[in-house]
């Protein structure tokens, strides 16, 4: 069973860049079968998906995010990073960092806790 | 706007069938990418509840199932519990905006 532990500031300031690790346990890390993505849902919306990454470091992001995002990986850790620049008050989410299940079909198996980002001055 | 629209509640007494619908276009479940569901608890991550339009991952009660036709899918719960009440998402992949979730149902058991 693979889980997941996001960790980072709880309190970002507007124009600043949100900074987000996701640690991995469970032994499936450099599993071939599984990205590892990020998720963010504002307080009574819905779910955005914002990128994924494979162990091999190749990333896809979500179009509407303009190039603000990064996600990185360090397999030494069984870790995961996300990075948001020029982050304003519309990045306030609870931020889940998920198991990309990737095979015959491709879906998000295993998720996180998630963690709250408040973007404020 | 979500790119997949599903109906933001429906409700239903226990022991009873609702359906939630999700409806895409030609870009998404029109162009044949499969259709996942997820529940979601309040307070709680999502959780995946069928992934391949209609499959029901090890510990998911047969009371739920999804279908798939041309531009839409649906998940029925029949049987409804209390347990059931949570909020439900739909996910596919949108050949222009990568991965793609409905904008959520809000289930509630009477």
């Known amino acids: 069973q693979v889980q997941l532990q996001e960790s980072g500031p709880g309190l970002v300031k507007p124009s600043q860049t949100l900074s987000l690790t996701c640690t991995v346990s469970g032994g499936s890390f450099s599993s071939s079968t599984y990205y590892w993505s990020w998720i963010r849902q504002p307080a009574g919306e819905g779910l955005e998906w914002i990128g994924r990454i494979y162990t091999s470091g190749s990333t896809n992001y979500n179009p509407s995010l303009k190039g603000r995002v990064t996600i990185s990986v360090d397999r030494s850790k069984n870790q995961f990073y996300l990075r948001l620049s020029s982050v304003t008050a519309a990045d306030t989410a609870v931020y889940y960092c998920?198991?990309?299940?990737?095979?015959?079909?491709?879906?998000?198996?295993?998720w996180g806790q998630g963690t709250l980002v408040t973007v404020s001055s | 706007q979500s790119v997949l629209t599903q109906p933001p509640s429906v409700s239903g007494a226990p022991g009873q069938r609702v359906t939630i619908s999700c409806t895409g276009s030609s870009s998404n479940i029109g162009a044949n990418y499969d259709v996942h569901w997820y529940q979601q608890l309040p307070g709680t991550a999502p959780k995946v509840l069928i992934y391949g339009d209609n499959i029901r991952p090890s510990g998911v009660p047969d009371r739920f199932s999804g279908s798939k036709s041309g531009t839409s899918a649906s998940l029925a719960i029949s049987g409804l519990q209390v347990e059931d009440e949570a909020d439900y998402y739909c996910?596919?992949?949108?050949?222009?905006?990568?991965?793609?979730f409905g904008g959520g149902t809000r289930l509630t058991v009477l």
């Open positions: 998920v198991a990309m299940y990737s095979n015959t079909w491709t879906y998000f198996h295993y």
């Open positions: 996910q596919s992949y949108d050949s222009r905006l990568s991965w793609v």
